[in-house]
């Protein structure tokens, strides 16, 4: 038993279109997920100076065969102690946790990383390009 395809050159072009829009929605969401993730870590991060805020950026960069990759990283040279240290929040860091939405303080990637699996929707929101992408 076999199909036969009598327009298969329209059939793959369709498919084709529908493939590049999917990845470009996906690529939207991974994009979005990371700008969104940055900003929440600002928000979580403890605060004397604000070197440790002002230090979270997104960086773009191409991976394997072009894909796009986007880092969060923060450049100031106490961030990982400041994650993974035990320590006392000092009144910057108490008056931030008053106005902000987040946790203040360590484990704040971590921290992140759920609020943008859960809260923020990363594979519900992945999900629904690939569908919206084969329409």
């Known amino acids: 038993m076999g ?3 009598t327009q298969g050159a329209d059939l793959a072009v369709r498919l084709e279109k529908r493939a590049e829009r999917t990845t470009r929605q996906l690529r939207r969401v991974h994009r979005d997920g990371a700008f969104a993730l940055a900003e929440t870590i600002e928000q979580m991060v403890p605060y004397k100076t604000g070197e440790l805020e002002g230090s979270v950026e997104v960086t773009e960069e191409r991976g394997a065969q072009g894909r796009k990759i986007f880092n969060i990283e923060a450049h100031a040279p106490h961030a990982v102690y400041m994650n993974e240290g ?24 971590q921290r992140g990383k ?5 809260d923020w929707g990363f594979i519900r929101k992945a999900k629904a390009a690939v569908r919206d992408g084969m329409k």
């Open 86 to 109: 035990v320590y006392n929040l000092g009144k910057g860091s108490i008056a931030k946790q008053e106005t902000s939405a987040f946790t203040v303080g360590r484990k704040f990637i």
């Open 3 to 5: 199909i036969r395809l």
């Open 114 to 118: 759920a609020w943008l699996m859960e």
